[in-house]
C-alpha cells in the first residue's frame, strides 16, 4: 500500500452532516445505509489513514465518494491509539531526547525558513555587511516573523570549484568569525539557527574528518542550534553522538520525514510533507510523538492555502521558504497574513499543541468543516479550518459543557455566549471561504497569561479578512545591471580580435538544476517581462573588439603593479598567487579568483568592459547557430582535459588549445574556465550569466553547478560578496566597442 491508497481521492469530501435528533437531544451521525464497519488499514508513508470511505448515499453523485468522518471516527481514533501504543513497543521507543532541557526550544519552533545567504536583505553587497535586523523585520511585517533559520551557502553554487562544504562557511563575509558574529545577531532577535550537512559532497576537496564530525565542530564553534540534513530522511544517530561530544548539543532536523519511525528518537525535527485532498491527513510522526516538531516544506508552492490549513489542523510548524536558489517565490499578501495569525495562536498556546491527548477530527457540524483538539487539565485549545469555497457561518462545534467554563472565538478574538443544551455548549463562529477558526474553552479558574492583550490583537487582526488580500501569484521584477560602453575605436588594440556586425539569433536556455521551467526562472534580459529559463532574440549586432584570450595572471599583474588596486574585501583574493605574484610558471594561466567586481576594476583600467552575455556568444558562435566554437559535435582536442579529482588542478595556459578557436578566431571560449559576462539583479538576488564551462568537474553527485559548454547554454552564479563569489574556476575576457567602419 502506498501512501496514496490511504489518502482520500482530489475532491473528496467530508460525509454526511450529523442530524439533530430529538430523541437523544444531542447530533447523531446519520444512518450508515451499507452496514460498513469500520477496518483500520496499515500505517504508511507521511500521513495516518483518514477514516472509513462511506458512499455518497443519499446525497448520489455517480462516480463521487465521500468521507463519513463523524460515523466511525471514535473507533478510528481508538484503532489509531492502539496501533501507537504497539508501534512505539516495537520501536523500543525512548523519548529522552524529547525530555532534554537544552532540546525543548524544537517543540516550538514553529516557523523556520531556509535562508539563502545571498539575499539582499540579509547582506548588503554595497555596504558590506551583514544586515540580519533588515531581514527579520521584512518577515515580521509580512508574515508575522519566524522561529528559526537554516543559513543555505552551499548548493547550487557548490562544485564550480573545489571547495567543499566546510570551506564555503569560512568563505562568507567575515569568514567564522563574521558567521558567530551572525549566529548571535539572530539570537539577539530570539531566531534560532540552523547549519546544513551535504552526505553528497565526496566529490570535492575532502576535509579530512567525517560529516557529522565536521558539521557539528562548527556548529559548535559558532553556537548554531540545530544541523539539517539535505537529503536525509533521517540525520544519522552519529551526529547526535559527534554533536554532544562538542559540549554543545544541537538539535537534527532531516530535509523529509523519516522512512523509520524510529529515527524520531533523535531527530527532534524534520521537514513533512502535506495532503491536498478535501479530508485533511493527520501526520503520522506527530502522532507518535507529539513533540516531534514537523515544519512542512512546499518550496515551489504558490497558493499555500493547503499548506496552511494542513499545519493548522495538525498543530505543526511551517517552512516559510521564499528564496528557493535565488528563485523568489514570495508568499502572497493572503499567505503572509494566514502564516502570521495561525503562528501567534500556536505560538501562544504552544503548551498545547504539543498535547500527549490531542484528538484530530473532532466532531464539527457543518459539512467540509474539519477540526482538531488540544487539550490539557485547564483549558482546551480547537483549531478549525473550512475546506469549502465557500463561507460558512452559525454553529461550528458542539462540546461538552463544564459548570463555570468560558469560551473563545480566539480568531476573531471575542468571548463566545454558547448556546447550552443537554450538557453540551454549541459554540457559533464564522469561517471565511477556504478559512480558519480557533476556540479556547477555559475551565473555571483558569488564566493565560496577558490574554485580554492577546484578544485584542488577534479582534484587530481579524477586521481585515483574508479573503479580501490578494493571493495572486506573480515573478519579482528582474534587471540587468548596466554595462558602460568604452570609447569606439576602429583598429582592434593589441591581443584582440575584430567582431563584425551582423544579425544574431541570440538562443540560450539556463541549466539551473531545479526551477522547471517556472515564470521566474533564470534571468530576464531587457527585451522579455520576467525572468524565464529559455529565451530567443533576434539581435542586430553592432561591431566590437574581443579579446583572443582570457585575461592571464601576467596581464592582472601589469594591472595591479600599474593601479596599485587592492580590494576592500581580499578574502580569496588571487588566491593561488605566492607573496603578491603568480607562480612560477603560471604567467600564461587565466587569472582566477577575481570577483566580478575585481574584474570589472581592470577593464575600466585597461580601457575596455565586461562583454554583455549575447556578445560572448556572438564571438563563440557566429551566426550559424553552432552548439560549439568548433561546430557540433565535441572535440576532446579543442578543450584542456576534464578534471574529476577531489583537488582541482590548474587552468590550462591560455592558447594551448587552438582546436578551439570561435569563426572569429578567439580561443579558450569553452573549458577552461568560466568567464563573467552579466550580472542580472531583483530586489532579493544578485547573480551572474556565466559563460563556457571549466575544466573541473566534480563527481559523486548531480548538485553540483552544472557545466555548460554548449554554446546555447549558460550557468546562474549567485552572487553574494567577493570573498564567496571569487573562484578558481572563474575568469574573464574583455571586449572594446568599436566603430561601424
Keep these: 500500500m502506498t501512501t496514496k491508497d490511504m489518502e482520500p481521492p482530489e475532491g473528496q469530501t467530508q460525509g454526511r452532516l450529523n442530524k439533530r435528533s430529538p430523541e437523544a437531544g444531542r447530533f447523531t451521525p446519520a444512518p450508515n445505509p451499507q452496514g460498513a464497519e469500520y477496518v483500520q488499514p496499515h500505517v504508511l508513508g507521511h500521513h495516518l489513514p483518514t477514516p472509513e470511505k462511506t458512499p455518497a448515499w443519499p446525497f448520489h453523485t455517480v462516480g463521487t465518494w465521500m468521507v463519513d468522518i463523524d460515523k466511525n471516527i471514535e473507533a478510528w481514533r481508538q484503532g489509531m491509539k492502539v496501533w501507537r501504543h504497539e508501534h512505539l513497543i516495537r520501536m523500543g521507543y525512548n523519548d529522552a531526547e524529547y525530555r532534554r532541557e537544552d532540546l525543548l526550544w524544537s517543540q516550538s519552533n514553529f516557523i523556520h525558513t531556509q535562508m539563502m545567504v545571498e539575499d539582499r536583505y540579509f547582506y548588503d553587497p554595497v555596504a558590506g555587511k551583514y544586515t540580519i535586523d533588515r531581514y527579520l523585520d521584512d518577515l515580521i511585517a509580512r508574515y508575522g516573523g519566524i522561529d528559526s533559520v537554516l543559513l543555505w551557502y552551499i548548493y547550487p553554487n557548490i562544485g564550480i570549484d573545489d571547495r567543499n562544504q566546510i570551506d564555503l562557511a569560512s568563505d562568507l563575509p567575515g569568514g567564522i568569525e563574521g558567521l558567530k558574529t551572525v549566529v548571535a545577531d539572530f539570537h539577539r532577535r530570539g531566531v534560532r539557527v540552523f547549519l546544513p550537512t551535504m552526505p553528497w559532497d565526496n566529490g570535492t576537496r575532502d576535509v579530512g574528518m567525517q560529516d557529522w564530525e565536521a558539521i557539528t565542530k562548527l556548529a559548535a564553534e559558532v553556537k548554531a542550534d540545530g544541523i539539517n540534513g539535505d537529503t536525509y530522511y533521517a540525520v544519522p544517530h552519529a551526529y547526535r553522538e559527534a554533536s554532544d561530544a562538542t559540549g554543545h548539543p544541537v538539535v537534527l532536523q532531516p530535509e523529509t520525514t523519516p522512512i523509520a519511525d524510529d529515527h524520531i528518537m533523535w531527530n527532534n525535527q524534520s521537514w513533512g510533507k502535506l495532503t491536498r485532498t478535501q479530508v485533511p491527513g493527520v501526520a503520522k510522526l506527530k502522532w507518535i510523538e507529539p513533540r516531534h516538531m514537523v515544519n512542512v516544506e512546499n518550496r515551489w508552492g504558490r497558493d499555500r492555502t493547503d499548506d496552511l490549513q494542513y499545519i493548522f489542523f495538525n498543530g505543526i510548524g511551517y517552512v516559510a521558504w521564499e528564496n528557493v536558489w535565488g528563485i523568489w517565490n514570495q508568499l502572497t499578501p493572503r499567505a503572509g497574513e494566514t502564516l502570521r495569525r495561525i503562528s501567534k495562536i500556536e505560538r501562544k498556546f504552544s503548551p498545547l499543541m504539543v498535547s500527549q491527548d490531542w484528538e484530530p477530527y473532532a466532531a464539527t457540524l457543518q459539512f467540509s468543516v474539519f477540526a482538531t483538539a488540544f487539550p490539557s487539565d485547564k483549558m482546551t485549545l480547537w483549531t478549525v479550518i473550512n475546506r469549502n469555497e465557500y463561507e460558512v457561518a452559525g454553529d461550528q462545534l458542539a462540546v461538552p459543557h463544564r459548570a463555570g467554563r468560558r469560551y473563545y472565538d480566539i480568531w476573531n478574538g471575542v468571548e463566545l455566549s454558547p448556546r447550552l443544551e443537554n450538557d453540551e455548549a454549541i459554540l457559533n463562529m464564522p469561517l471565511e471561504s477556504k478559512g480558519f477558526g480557533c476556540i479556547l474553552a477555559l475551565e473555571d479558574g483558569a488564566a493565560v497569561d496577558k490574554f485580554e492583550e492577546f484578544l485584542g490583537e488577534m479582534k484587530a487582526l481579524a477586521k481585515v479578512p483574508l ?204 573549458g577552461n574556465v568560466w568567464q563573467w559576462t552579466d550580472e542580472f539583479m531583483d530586489d532579493h538576488t544578485r547573480a551572474a550569466a556565466l559563460r563556457g564551462g571549466c575544466s573541473y568537474n566534480p563527481t559523486t553527485s548531480h548538485w553540483y553547478f552544472p557545466q555548460a559548454y554548449q554554446l546555447d547554454q549558460h550557468g546562474k552564479y549567485l552572487l553574494m560578496a567577493p570573498s564567496k563569489d571569487r573562484s578558481g574556476k572563474l575568469g574573464f575576457r574583455c571586449v572594446v566597442d568599436a566603430t561601424d567602419g
Excluded at 481 to 495: L, N, Q, R, Y
Excluded at 519 to 547: C, I
Excluded at 555 to 571: C, T, W
Design 467 to 670: 479573503q479580501s488580500l490578494s493571493n495572486v501569484w506573480k515573478a519579482i521584477p528582474q534587471q540587468i545591471v548596466p554595462i558602460e560602453a568604452t570609447k569606439a575605436v576602429a583598429a582592434p588594440p593589441a591581443g584582440m580580435v575584430r567582431i563584425p556586425a551582423g544579425q544574431f539569433d541570440f538562443r540560450v536556455n539556463g541549466i539551473e538544476i531545479e526551477g522547471y521551467t517556472w515564470d521566474g526562472v533564470d534571468f530576464q534580459y531587457p527585451w522579455e517581462t520576467s525572468a524565464r529559463r529559455n529565451h530567443l532574440h533576434r539581435m542586430a549586432m553592432k561591431p566590437f573588439h574581443m579579446d583572443r584570450n582570457l585575461v592571464t595572471n601576467a596581464d592582472y599583474l601589469e594591472f595591479v603593479e600599474g593601479s596599485g588596486y587592492y580590494p576592500l574585501d581580499d578574502h580569496n583574493y588571487l588566491r593561488d598567487w605566492q607573496d603578491g605574484m603568480p607562480r612560477p610558471g603560471w604567467e600564461n594561466k587565466p587569472v582566477t579568483w577575481i570577483g566580478i567586481e575585481d574584474a570589472r576594476v581592470y577593464a575600466a583600467w585597461a580601457g575596455k568592459r565586461l562583454p554583455h552575455e549575447w556578445e560572448w556568444q556572438y564571438a563563440a558562435q557566429g551566426i550559424d547557430g553552432r552548439l560549439f566554437p568548433w561546430g557540433n559535435d565535441w572535440n576532446a582536442d579543442a578543450v584542456p582535459a576534464i578534471d574529476r579529482g577531489r583537488n582541482m588542478q590548474p587552468p590550462s595556459d591560455v592558447g594551448a588549445h587552438p582546436a578551439g578557436a570561435s569563426p572569429f578566431g578567439v580561443l579558450d571560449l569553452v
